[in-house]
Nanobody
């Protein structure tokens, strides 16, 4: 069983930055692909970015060039650096591990 705890959300103005963190437990962390998803009100949850155990990354087209996902296997942490934020980035952001393990989510609100 993997437990995930997100932090770092908040209210920021358009063009600003936030860094989300996800603290994970479990011995399989270092070999697992980790991901960030988000869900805006009235919309389906969508993949934002993922990172493989070796560091390979994948991004949604809407965040390419603005967001960066990274991980620290020694600390069992996953990060999402979000720059040039836009109002349409407003959502609850979730950390996800394999086997359908999800964190509780952290709210990101971008004001125009």
């Amino acid at each position: 069983q993997v437990q995930l705890v997100e932090s770092g959300g908040g209210l920021v103005q358009s063009g600003g930055s936030l860094r989300l963190s996800c603290a994970a437990s479990g011995s399989i962390f270092s070999i697992s692909t980790m991901a960030w998803y988000r869900q805006a009100p009235g919309k389906q949850r969508e993949l934002v970015a993922s990172i493989g155990s070796g560091g390979s990354t994948n991004y949604a087209d809407s965040v390419k060039g603005r967001f960066t996902i990274s991980r620290d296997n020694a600390k069992k942490m996953v990060y999402l650096q979000m720059n040039s934020l836009k109002p349409e980035d407003t959502a609850v952001y979730y950390c996800k591990a394999p086997l359908n393990n999800w964190g509780q989510g952290t709210q990101v609100t971008v004001s125009s």
